[in-house]
């Protein structure tokens, strides 16, 4: 029988290609998202994609009763995928309880209702913010590098709730954890039928290549070109989100079906790291689009490099991001093509 997963956040960016992958591998999904950075009509997409229009519940998972309610209406929910948080970096700077109560109580809300409703395991969506900028010698980076002091209450919050599913399973909660953490995700379904839809001035790099490409920027800033790495500008490690969905159904996987620890850590990534200039390049050549940038100031609490060693996910999880960059930068793209055929932007 196929098992059903709750996807908080499940029509946010990285929430919808997961819905997509899990079906098609599948399962039954059930959506919690409070509409805050998404739209409803997420789930046409999905359902165009896959031919299924998984259930939704528009729940703030700040409220416990209503979230509640969710586990009572689908009592099969056997595990869940927790995306649901609020994630910018700067916002988090300036509304740091907003960011405290949105992403911590939410989770605790989730933990202590899966024991009562037989929910046995739960992927949180952490990211390798918590590493900081790792030592030259912790490059690529493993999960057992140390975690540095977190620079936002939004790193904050990834470092707290990893810490949070720790003590709670280790209190003998009985339930599992499989913690992924992300690097830089990026791209869109190639049917471009789902994508990112960031709300006014792009924060991330992709968005705003895209935009300026497309005309809606003027410009795109490269943030400093004086770091210590091969051209000058900063090194991230770029994950094709459709990869990092398939990473999610094959924790889910393990999680629920393995015999495992209780609770376990990824990083997802491609273990390989791109400079910002080479993003840009790349773009350029893989859509024959040019772009319109300089080299700017460093932007205020940027990392100079990092790349993850995704070894462990790779052999533990058999799960390995294998799409070259071009195509996923041709990905991003097509879906900035489409929101303009669509006339969203
Ligand atoms: N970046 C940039 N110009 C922009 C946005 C981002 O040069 O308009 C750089 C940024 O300095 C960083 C990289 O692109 O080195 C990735 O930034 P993003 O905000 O996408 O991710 P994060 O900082 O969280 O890794």
């Known amino acids: 029988m196929k098992q059903t997963i709750l996807v908080t956040g499940g029509t946010g960016f990285i929430g919808s290609h997961t819905t997509v992958e899990l079906i098609e591998a599948g399962y039954n999904v059930v959506i ?27 729940v703030d998972l700040r409220d416990k009763e209503a979230t509640e309610s969710v586990f009572r209406k689908y009592p099969a929910i056997e595990g869940i ?21 949105n992403n911590v109580i939410s989770l605790i809300n989730l933990l202590e209702l899966m024991p009562e409703y037989g929910v046995k395991g739960i992927i949180f969506s952490s990211s390798c913010t918590v590493y900081g900028q790792p030592k030259p010698e912790h490059l690529p980076v493993t999960e057992s590098a140390p975690h540095q002091k977190a620079t936002s209450p939004y790193g904050n919050t990834k470092e707290i709730n990893e810490q949070i599913i720790y003590d709670y399973i280790h209190s003998g909660a009985g339930i599992k954890s499989i913690v992924l953490r992300y690097f830089n995700p990026i791209g869109a379904h190639p049917t471009a039928l ?12 992709i968005p705003y290549v895209t935009q300026t490409a497309m005309g809606i920027r003027e410009q795109l800033t490269i943030f400093g070109n004086d770091y210590n790495t091969p051209d000058g500008t900063c090194i991230r490690d770029y994950i ?21 620890e209780p609770v376990e850590y990824f990083n997802i990534g491609t ?75």
């Not at 009509?41 to 299924?52: A, C, M, N, P, Q």
């Not at 995928?81 to 109560?101: C, D, N, T, W």
């Not at 390049?281 to 319109?292: D, L, M, P, R, S």
């Not at 533990?316 to 294998?322: H, M, P, Q």
Request: aromatic share 8%; proline share 4%; hydrophobic share 40%.
């Open 32 to 58: 919690v998202d409070n509409l805050s950075n998404s739209k409803i009509e997420v789930l046409d997409g999905i359902e165009k994609i896959t031919g299924v229009r998984p259930a939704f519940e528009q």
């Open 271 to 345: 273990g390989s790291g791109n400079s910002t200039l080479e993003i840009v390049t790349t773009f350029e050549q893989a859509t024959g689009v040019k772009v319109n940038w300089k080299y700017g100031p460093r932007r205020e609490g940027d990392i100079e490099k990092i790349w993850g060693d995704c070894t462990h996910a790779n052999t533990v999880l058999g799960w390995k991001a294998d799409t070259p960059l071009a195509d996923v930068l041709a990905s991003a793209w097509k879906w900035q093509q489409k929101l303009r055929e669509d006339g969203v932007m």
């Open 81 to 101: 995928i927790h995306f649901a948080a609020s994630k910018a970096v700067g916002e988090s700077v300036q509304q740091p309880l907003m960011y405290y109560r």
């Open 240 to 260: 094709y989100v459709v990869d990092l969905a398939k990473a999610h159904v094959a924790a889910m996987a393990r999680v629920l079906d393995k015999q495992t």
């Open 194 to 205: 789902i994508g990112e839809l960031p709300n006014g001035v792009p924060n991330n790099l």
